[in-house]
């Protein structure tokens, strides 16, 4: 059964930083898409950023890129998302996602229903 648990969100002021953490397992995390979408309140779940485990190559929501970096440290079956210079408009739940490594490009990489395992979720909130 696969699980991602996600971590490290918070309360932080416009222009600082936070990096979230999603603790995959249950399986084999070396073949996946790996994601973080965001959705606020009455809005739809987008994709911010995507990495193909054990790979390099990223890809990134045009309102982050610049500010946030997603990463993996596959030792630890686990993926990261340093969000620097933050903004009002990050304010959301973040996820954690992952699905087959096919979707990783940049056409499919944001679209929600070509992942099928699911985080809980962790808030993030930016205030002025």
């Given amino acids: 059964q696969v699980q991602l648990v996600e971590s490290g969100g918070g309360s932080v002021q416009a222009g ?3 990096r979230l953490s999603c603790a995959a397992s249950g399986y084999t995390y070396s073949t996946s898409c790996m994601a973080w979408f965001r959705q606020s309140p009455g809005k739809e779940r987008d994709g911010v950023a ?3 485990s054990g790979g390099d190559t990223s890809y990134y929501a045009d309102s982050v890129k610049g500010r946030f970096t997603i990463s993996q440290d596959n030792a630890k079956n686990t993926l990261y998302l340093q969000m620097h210079s933050l903004k009002t408009e990050d ?4 996820y954690c996602a992952a699905g087959h490594p096919i979707f990783c490009s940049g ?3 944001a679209t929600r229903s070509n992942f099928g395992s699911w985080g809980q979720g962790t808030q993030v909130t ?3």
């Fill in 91 to 94: 304010t959301a739940i973040y």
């Fill in 50 to 52: 995507a990495i193909k």
């Fill in 16 to 18: 600082g930083s936070l």
């Fill in 107 to 109: 056409s499919t990489w």
């Fill in 126 to 128: 930016v205030s002025s």
